[in-house]
Every structure is written in structure tokens, then in C-alpha cells.
């Protein structure tokens, strides 16, 4: 028989009750289903988006669900707006337990199509701007003493497609700076890992959703014959965050349905 104190004192390893959690990118799609579930596990969530509109109205829902969470917005790649925020923090919440580094954007065109500008651009939000936001971030943790960094890649880090030449670039850019993460601050109690999504049934995917063709070619192609839900990426968001993956540091948890194990 199952010993309920002892199931209930387990549980504990996975909450986030005291925390304060920075979640980039959050007032939609997967970051906002990241934020939900940290902030169901005890945590303070920082909603960030740049539309001041919509990150209030996000946090607003989940102050609405009995959640703890504001309004944090920002945009990512503004170096001024983001120490900012960073100061704001520091005086609201006198602490940053976890950044979750979700921001990301996409151009899908082929490199003799993109141009310099649109190159620099994406490499700009999608990897220079998480490294900003760690350092700050990382900055103070060190002097918590404890801290988790959260990296969102992408499977597109591993696994290439003509048409998209810049993107996976970006992402396993990021890889490789949560790794350098991880041995610069593992000693001083702050663990790196990343997450890497597959194919998700977000807003942003929404046409291909819709579009029978493609939905049946992205289903055909995954293991689980469909689209993750967005809530889906929630677990390993919690879980990387809490003291259950306090020994976890430096890797890479691909949550795709299988998508980056089947050739």
C-alpha cells in the first residue's frame, strides 16, 4: 500500500513554491502553457512578450486561475529595455530563481535567397538576445547561490530541411551556449539544460494545422502519428526547473513525440 505522506513529501521535490520564473516569449503558445504550469507548481511567473496589451492579458488569466503572475514586457533584442527589466525585477522581486530563454523567430528561405540582413536579424533574436538574458540572469543567481537556466531549442537544431538555412544554425547555436552555461555555472549551483520541441499545434502552426496535406506528411512523420498540444511541453519545463533535476545539468530533453529518433 502506498504510503500517501510519503507519496505527498516526494511530490515536493517538484515544486516551485517561492520561485520567481522569467518565461521569454510567454503570452501565447508553448511559453504561455510553460508559464501555466510553473506557476500551478508554486511559482512567481514573469509573462514577457514585447505587446504590453497582450502580456497583461495573459498574466490577468492566470491571476484569474488563482496563479501568481504579472506582466513583464519587453523585447528581447533591445538591450536597453532588456536591463531594464532586469532592474525591475530586482525591485519587485528581489530575486530570479529560473529564465526560461523561449523567445524565437523563423525565416524560412534558402541562403541564396535570405539576405545579410535578415540573417543577422534572426541570429540577433534567436541566439545573441538568450545570451544577454542568461548573463543577466546568471548574474543573479550567482549571488542566490542557486538558479535554473532553460534553454528552448528546437529539434530543428539536430535535423536540417532545405528552404531553412538559418534557424537550425541558430539552434544549435543556443545548444552549444547552454552547455557553456552549464560548465561556467554548475559549480556555483545553477544548472543549464535545454528543451527541444518538435512539431506543436501552436498558433504559429496553425495554417499547417489546417492545411490536410502538410498535417498528414508531419503526422506521417512522427512516431506518436501526430501534433504535440502545446500543454504537452509543460512537464519537462516543471521538472527542469524543480529540485527533482538538481543532478541534471548541460543536456538536451527533446520533447517531440519521437520526430528526432526515426530516419
Known amino acids: ?31 504561455l502553457c510553460m508559464a501555466r504550469a510553473m506557476a500551478g507548481s508554486g511559482a512567481h511567473v514573469l509573462i514577457n512578450g ?4 497582450a ?39 528581489g530575486r530570479l530563481d529560473i529564465l526560461v530563454n523561449n523567445v524565437g523567430a523563423r525565416n524560412r528561405k534558402t541562403l541564396q535567397a535570405i539576405t ?9 533574436t534567436d541566439l545573441v538576445a538568450g545570451m544577454v538574458l542568461a548573463k543577466l540572469a546568471a548574474e543573479r543567481m550567482v549571488r542566490q547561490g ?21 534557424y537550425p544554425a541558430a539552434k544549435q547555436g543556443l545548444t552549444g551556449m547552454m552547455r557553456a552555461l552549464a560548465v561556467e555555472f554548475g559549480p ?3 544548472t543549464s539544460n535545454a528543451i527541444a520541441p518538435g512539431t506543436f499545434a501552436t498558433e504559429t502552426n496553425a ?24 500543454e ?19 543536456q538536451v530533453l527533446a520533447v517531440d513525440g519521437g520526430l528526432s529518433i526515426l530516419f
Open 146 to 166: 542557486s538558479g535554473r537556466l532553460i534553454t528552448i531549442t528546437s529539434v530543428a537544431g539536430e535535423l536540417a530541411r532545405p528552404g531553412d538555412a538559418v
Open 188 to 190: 556555483l549551483g545553477i
Open 116 to 124: 545579410a540582413a535578415e540573417i543577422r536579424a534572426l541570429i540577433d
Open 50 to 53: 514585447r505587446s504590453a496589451d
Open 55 to 93: 502580456t497583461e492579458a495573459a498574466a490577468h488569466t492566470l491571476r484569474e486561475q488563482g496563479l501568481a503572475a504579472s506582466a513583464l514586457p519587453f523585447d528581447v533584442s533591445d538591450d536597453e529595455a532588456v536591463a531594464d527589466a532586469f532592474d525591475r525585477i530586482d525591485r519587485e522581486h
Open 232 to 250: 504537452e511541453i509543460a512537464g519537462a519545463a516543471v521538472f527542469l526547473a524543480s529540485p527533482a533535476a538538481s543532478y541534471i545539468n548541460g
Open 207 to 230: 495554417a499547417m494545422v489546417a492545411d490536410p496535406a502538410v498535417n498528414e506528411r508531419i503526422c506521417a512523420r512522427n512516431p506518436t502519428g501526430r501534433w504535440g498540444q502545446p
Open 1 to 31: 500500500m502506498t504510503n500517501p505522506t510519503a507519496s505527498q513529501a516526494y511530490l515536493q521535490r517538484f515544486s516551485l513554491a517561492g520561485q520567481v520564473a522569467l518565461i521569454t516569449g510567454s503570452a501565447r503558445g508553448l511559453g
